[in-house]
């Protein structure tokens, strides 16, 4: 989208690391301009400044004016920035001309609208699957966002990328077929199926498998099993001494 924005730079007359380290110690961060069939030409912006813009509504596709100090004044867009790991302040940003006589290919977020009926009367619930779609058209006709109506949905319907009302010279790039959102059923939870309780007995304890005790007794039984009861074995007398 084209904004009314105008941001000033300072050319760089050379590169490197040490070069980036005194541009940033002026409060300044070192950024690239390409495109439109131009040399690329380093300059210096102010970070502040692009981050505005790129926390704007428009964000990235914000088109501005980049006044680079006795060279020229040209509409750009950021395309590629850097940060601090740590400290999450930038470090560096690419930046293209934009000749806003030619169509361009952009991201353009997509958001909803509505409540959907298969979530107000079915219980089911609506997912977001696609949050921005590509577009071609021309620079002054970018759109800040798409807002697709998902009232009327029941569950197992779903708005797709083709369902997307498009104006002026945009033409849609991503498939017509990606769904945007849709509503799907909640799925129920399974509970398990509780486990066979033991039978109490009349003291309340669970009752006990029997279990038959093999011992010495079984032994004992099967030993003197076949005798005659009331005999006993003689025993032998002891031979006399000879003297």
Not at 51 to 68: E, P, W, Y
Not at 194 to 218: F, L, N, Q, R, S
């Amino acid at each position: 989208m084209r904004t009314s924005v105008t941001v000033a730079a300072e050319p760089r007359e050379s590169r490197g690391k040490n070069e980036a380290r005194r541009t940033r110690k002026r409060g300044m961060i070192p950024a690239v301009i390409y495109g439109a069939f131009k040399d690329p030409v380093p300059v210096a912006v102010d970070p502040r400044k692009i981050a505005l813009i790129l926390r704007s509504k428009t964000g990235h596709n914000s088109i501005f004016d980049l006044d680079v100090q006795g060279l020229e004044t040209t509409p750009v867009m950021v395309v590629d920035e850097q940060y601090d790991p740590i400290r999450g302040n930038l470090l560096h940003v690419d930046l293209k001309r934009i000749d806003i006589t030619k169509r361009i290919r952009v991201a353009v977020p997509v958001l909803t609208h509505g409540e959907a009926i298969g979530v107000k009367t079915q219980d089911g619930l609506l997912e977001i699957v696609t949050r921005a779609v590509e577009i071609e058209c021309l620079p002054d006709e970018i759109p800040e966002h798409f807002t697709v109506d998902v009232s009327e949905l029941l569950i197992g319907q779903s708005k797709r990328a083709g369902d997307i009302a498009l104006s002026g010279s945009m033409k849609l790039l991503s498939s017509p077929d990606t769904v945007v959102a849709h509503v799907v059923a909640l799925k129920a939870i399974e509970e398990p199926a509780p486990a066979e309780a033991a039978v109490p007995t009349a003291e309340g304890v669970p009752a006990e498998p029997e279990v038959i005790k093999k011992g010495k007794k079984e032994d004992e039984g099967t030993a003197t099993e076949g005798k005659p009861e009331g005999k006993t074995e003689a025993k032998a007398e002891p031979k006399p001494k000879k003297k």
